[in-house]
Each structure stands twice: as C-alpha cells, then as structure tokens.
C-alpha cells in the first residue's frame, strides 16, 4: 500500500480520504433505509468512533514515522491569535439569548448525547480530512505559497462538497448547497490551522468544540425572534466564515515558511 501511495502521495491521499467519506455517507443511508438507525444518537456515534479508528490505522499505515507527531506536536502561540475569529463567530451565538422567547432545559439529556455525537464527529472526520487527505499533499505542496493555498483550497472544498450528499437524507437541496459552501469555508480554515499548527489532535478539538456550540441555541433557545439583533448575527456570522476565515487562511499559507522559522 505504501509503495502505491509514494508514487502519487496527493492523488492518493484524495481518493483514500474522499473514499472512506463517501463509504460512511453510504453505510449512514443504509442503516436510515433499514431502520437501524433507530437505535439513536449513541449508535451512530459509535459508527463514527469505528470509521475514525479505520482512518488512524490507515494513516499509521502509511506515515507510521510521523503518526505520533500529529497528536504530541507543540502547538505555535501564533495558531491560538489566527483563532480568534473562530472563536468570535462561537461567541456570537450566546447573543441569540436576549431575542429568545423562551430558555429551555427540556432538553439538556438530549444535548448531552449530542456533545458525544459531536466529539465522535470531529475526531472522524478530521482523521480522514487533515490525516488521509490533506497529508499526500503537504508532501507535495507544502513547499511554496502557491501550492499550500491550492492545498487547502482542495482540502476545504473537498470536504464541503460531500455535503451535498445529505440530499440522500431528504434535505432540501439548496439547504445542502448552502451546507456545501459554508463546510468548505469552515474546511479551508481547518485545513490552514493543520498547516500551521501540524496537531490533527487540535483540528479534532476546535471541529467538535465549533459543532457543539452552533447546537446550543436550537437546543435550549425557543423561538428566537427575527429583527436588528438577530440579522447582525448572522450578518456577522457570515462575514466571519465566508470572508474573514478564508483571508486568514491565505495569510497563514503565505507566511507559512517564515512563521515556521520564528517558531523554531
């Protein structure tokens, strides 16, 4: 597998990673169709549990030198001020509270089985998006500009792009569209962050702190009212994800070599 693997480390990468996506995406629909899914929140999470453990033996596989660095690297002071707008885009969703009708903790059990749901999210999927699918490439791309922002331009878009698959789950097809478009921007700042931090632990962590979080005012906020307020925040909101996240991301490729140079 190796030795298929460094003849084309980037493309390989690419199709394992997207591979192992579109067979989850698959299996997910199956266990819908069958009615398995029924069992609940804690059975999927498990599922994903199982297809993150299926990436990490298959990163091992393939860089078993470098495969403890991805989750002991020293993570740069700097990676912590590039997410200050990450954390902003977060902060914006606790001022759904003052336009609430109504606080909830109807359902705080529920929510907590989400969290777990989550966690298993982040790890999963960004074993296979940073660890399988963007690792072939900063093999073969890292060394310039140019080719770090192709790299998590592709690496973002890819990952978005399977979000239209949700269409499988009866979703609307603009709402998957519009789902699309925002995953890659998230996706794009996810795959800049690995750039520089080189912690796939970290990409994990902020990807499920960032799922939970965007839960919280459709779990415990009720009938949040349309106005000033509420249209700032998502004005806001977009902003930050579609404008500002990338531009960061850009800039992180750009000074990628000199910032590696201060930190070492």
């Not at 991805?70 to 200050?84: E, G, M, V």
């Not at 929510?111 to 072939?136: I, P, R």
């Not at 700032?232 to 579609?242: K, M």
Request: aromatic letters at 14%; hydrophobic letters at 55%; one cysteine or more.
């Amino acid at each position: 597998m190796r030795t298929w693997y460094s003849k084309s480390p980037a493309v390989s990468g690419i199709l394992i990673g997207q591979g192992l996506f579109i067979l989850f995406v698959l299996l997910e629909y199956a266990l819908v169709v069958t009615g398995i899914s029924d069992c609940g929140v804690i059975a999927d999470s498990c599922f994903r549990v199982l297809f993150g453990v299926i990436a990490l033996l298959l990163i091992h596989a393939l860089y078993r030198e470098r495969f403890s660095g991805l989750f002991t690297a020293s993570i740069p002071k700097s990676t912590w001020l590039y997410c200050i707008p990450f954390f902003l885009y977060l902060a914006l969703e606790f001022l759904f509270l003052p336009v609430t009708d109504h606080v909830t903790t109807a359902y705080v059990p529920y929510f907590l089985l989400v969290c777990l749901n989550q966690l298993a999210t982040g790890f999963w999927e960004e074993a296979a998006s940073k660890g399988l699918v963007m690792s072939g490439m900063l093999l073969k791309w890292r060394r310039t500009a140019k080719g770090r922002i192709g790299m998590i331009l592709v690496t973002g878009i890819l990952f978005g792009s399977l979000h239209l698959l949700n269409v499988l789950f009866s979703h609307d097809l603009e709402y998957c569209i519009w789902n699309a478009i925002y995953s890659s921007a998230f996706g794009v700042f996810m795959a800049a962050i690995y750039l520089h931090s080189k912690s796939i632990s970290l990409c994990m962590v902020l990807h499920a702190v960032w799922n939970i979080i965007i839960r919280i005012p459709g779990n415990f906020f009720e009938e949040i009212q349309e106005g000033t307020l509420s249209a700032f925040i998502y004005t806001s909101q977009d902003i930050l994800l579609l404008g500002i996240l990338p531009i960061i991301s850009i800039i992180i490729c750009v000074t990628h070599d000199k910032a590696a140079r201060a930190e070492s």
